[in-house]
């Protein structure tokens, strides 16, 4: 027995049962989108400073931006994640702890009385009694005494054994918060860095109107590229989540939200800009101040995250029955892949990312591939 007792009493620290966050889960994604930032820094750093390279430039700032915001949203949730579990993760120590300096006072207990009896005066009776009914009572009551402080024994080890991998856990899961944190204080560091850094270029930018007007033209192009991520949503659409949780716009016609308030600078359809060139624009451009709140039209969830010339930081967003609403030249995004949105959230800021016209939210509404004028939906 005091074999056993040396293998037993270990610190009696807490349980185990922690949700501790995954490892590959919080860091493979992170580190990714962190090793792609570090590629489109040192790109940037390649290019030149001739004249016909700084719309590149501006393409690599914006696109370092983007990334950034992401990052640091994905950080910022998984700091949130993990100061859940580490707080989880104690409070199941604590009660653990308790439960375990039970099961050792028990344990001593039994210790101490084996020791003072030396467990002779059960086996004394049983070898002494001539009654068979005593015996077999006798040895029966031996069994259960046996089998409560063999149960007593293995839990008790099985507890200790828990409790310490969960001390272990618990302390790797409080390194990862101080590396998230340290991690999420350079990017916004660099962040701002590089915003300071974009805002300069884009000052010098638009006092060049040959640069302005490439930067227009090439607005065409982008909203082919919209559109061709609309097609392949569409394409490989089949019965989605969002068809059978979300109703649709099709009753929502005319009551949709504003996304934000202001307005609208450039409509709907095909225009002719100054020079005489007709633009096609499949939304409508709404002027507001930088950082005002965008919100949700309606109910929904976000499918696309990204970046593209002309179109800057974008949102879309799935409203079920193939409907969709995009939010673009948007300063910061607060949603990721997958969040389901509520009708007037906040899902990002105004900005003017992919634009050189200034801070204003480029917003377009579909349903399938065909583009709706969002005028005639809003209220």
Known sequence: MIRILTILIVPAFAFVSIVSADDDRISGPLWNMMEELK??????ERIGEKEQDQLARLRLLEEQIALSGQLILKIERNIRGLQDAIENSRAELGDANIIAERKKDALYGRLKYAYKTGNRPGWTAVLLS?????ILSGLKNMKT????????????RELSLSISAGITRLNADMNRLDKLKSDYENELSLRKTTLDTRRKLLDKLRKDK???ANAMDRLEEDTRSISGIFDDLESEKKDTEADREFPGLVDKQGDLIWPVYG??????GTKKDKRGIKLTNPGIDIKAPYGSRVSAAAPGRVIYVSWLRGYGQFVIVEHGQSYYTLYAN????MVDVADEV????IIALVGDSGTLEGSRLHFEL???KQQLNPVDWLR
């Not at 590629?39 to 940037?44: A, P, Q």
């Open 145 to 156: 005494i046996l089998e409560y402080d063999r149960h007593l024994v293995v839990s008790y």
């Open 366 to 368: 579909r349903q399938g």
């Open 342 to 345: 509520k009708a007037g959230q």
């Open 210 to 212: 040959t640069i302005l």
């Open 39 to 44: 590629l489109k820094r040192s790109e940037y």
């Open 330 to 333: 948007l300063g910061s995004v």
């Open 263 to 268: 307005p609208i600078v450039r409509s709907f």
């Open 130 to 134: 001539r009654n068979p009914t005593e």
